[in-house]
Structures are given as C-alpha cells and as structure tokens.
C-alpha cells in the first residue's frame, strides 16, 4: 500500500485530538491524548468512560497507549531502535471539488438540494483535516496517530503541528546515534 493510500485510509479512522503539547525543552517533548469521534463518545469523556489513546516522546523512548470499554495495553519504544518517522497532513480534496461543483449546479431545479449537499462537503474538508504521525521500530513494530480537531473540545491540528512533532522525534533519534 502507497503511503497516499494508508494516509486516506488512516484518515477515515481518525481520533478527535483532546489535548496536544509540544515541548522542545523536554522532558516530555510531544504530549498527544486523543479519543474515538462522536457525541456519543464525547459523552462517555464526560463521565470518565472513553476510549483514549496517548501518544508521549520523551529524550530516550515513545509511549504508546490505547484503552476502550474492553481494556488498555501500553507499549513502550526506545529511539534508538527507531527507524522510521513519519508525519503528515491528509485533506479530503474531492470533497472540497465536487462540494463547490454542487453549490453552483447548471439547473434551478436542483439547486436547493445540491447546494446543500455541497455545503456539507465543503464544511466536511475543513472539518476532516487529519494529521498522521507514525513510528516505525526495527522490530517492524510501529505507532500510528491519526488525528482530526476536536469542533467540541475546540482543540485545532495543523500541519505545522505534524512537522514539529516529527522534526522533534529526528532530533532526538539523531542525538541518539550519534552519541
């Protein structure tokens, strides 16, 4: 699979960010808590009964950890046997394309609903920017966050947020090998 492919296909399986920290002095350098998408499980936050995953770098090791209704598992990456990092930005485009081609459709009669549905797709793209941040292990073993804002929590992702991030893991890996 092409990384264009697993980014679109991580993207449709994005959490809603609840809480992101990016401290280049350390000690924990990047801070990532994030929940599944949804009133419901918005809801479910609000008593203390959701589904979190966190994402935390630190000067020697990544910690990973999920959790839902059924249990939680923490996995824990040293640096130096990372290999890969990557990080990104995924936008639904052809959202946006075909939102603007419907909010100005050819007939009158169609205007009302395809407008609308137009409309929709357009609030969609802005709403469903998703940042990607992976890890990879010599182990083959690896840590994937993918992430999109939070419109209730009010917590915002952008792309320059994806850069920082994995510019800051490079760094540490890189002080690592070459120490």
């Known amino acids: 699979m092409g990384m264009s492919s697993f980014a679109s296909a991580a993207a449709r399986a994005a959490l809603v960010v609840k809480e992101i920290k990016i401290n280049e002095e350390g000690p924990r350098y990047v801070h990532i808590v994030a929940r599944k998408s949804g009133v419901i499980a918005f809801l479910l936050s609000i ?3 959701d589904s979190t995953t966190t994402f935390d770098v630190y000067e020697d090791k ?49 205007f009302g609903i395809s407008a609308i ?17 992976q890890v990879v292990a010599s182990s083959g ?3 994937t966050i993918c992430l999109k804002r939070s419109v209730i929590e009010g917590v915002e992702i952008n792309q320059a947020a994806a850069d920082k991030i994995v510019d800051i893991i490079k760094n540490l890996v890189m002080a690592k090998t070459a120490g």
């Open 47 to 49: 008593v203390g009964i």
């Open 62 to 110: 990544l910690e990973f950890s999920q959790g839902s209704l059924s249990g939680y598992v923490k996995s824990c990456m040293p640096l130096s046997s990372m290999t890969v990092a990557t990080g990104g930005f995924v936008k639904p485009f052809m959202e946006l394309v075909i939102g603007l081609l419907l909010v100005f459709p050819g007939s009158i009669f169609t």
């Open 117 to 133: 549905i137009g409309i929709i797709l357009v609030i969609r793209y802005f709403l469903s920017k998703t940042l990607l941040v």
């Open 141 to 143: 073993w690896d840590a």
